[in-house]
């Protein structure tokens, strides 16, 4: 637990610093979303969600058009093999990020 929270707090800073980093991609096209749930890091999955959308106290649940429609982005970003976050999360058996 303790290296997870490390990881969301590093990961945190980073993106206060240089959000656009979270629609970079890899070689393979994969953004930071893709490896996150391809890796089963379901806390960071969450916060890059969030992050995305810019959503505060309210969550998800209470945006707006414009923050829905960066989640939608990222969430359909494709890689270089079309495969979406959800895809890799599902090919590696991460139910909790699938989940998230």
């Not at 990881?7 to 890899?26: A, E, G, H, V």
């Not at 893709?34 to 916060?47: K, L, Q, T």
């Not at 969430?75 to 058996?93: F, I, V, W």
């Amino acid at each position: 637990m303790i290296k997870t929270e490390k990881r969301s707090d590093f990961i945190k800073n980073i993106l206060r610093k240089c959000p656009s980093l979270l629609f970079q991609t890899n070689a393979k096209g994969q953004t930071p979303l893709h490896v996150a749930a391809r890796y089963g890091h379901s806390v960071i999955v969450e916060f890059l969600i969030n992050s995305c959308a810019n959503a505060r106290d309210g969550g998800l649940e209470k945006l707006g058009m414009d923050q829905l429609n960066k989640v939608r982005e990222i969430l359909r970003t494709r890689d270089q093999e079309s495969n979406t976050a959800l895809h890799e999360a599902a090919r590696c058996g991460n139910v909790e990020v699938m989940k998230a």
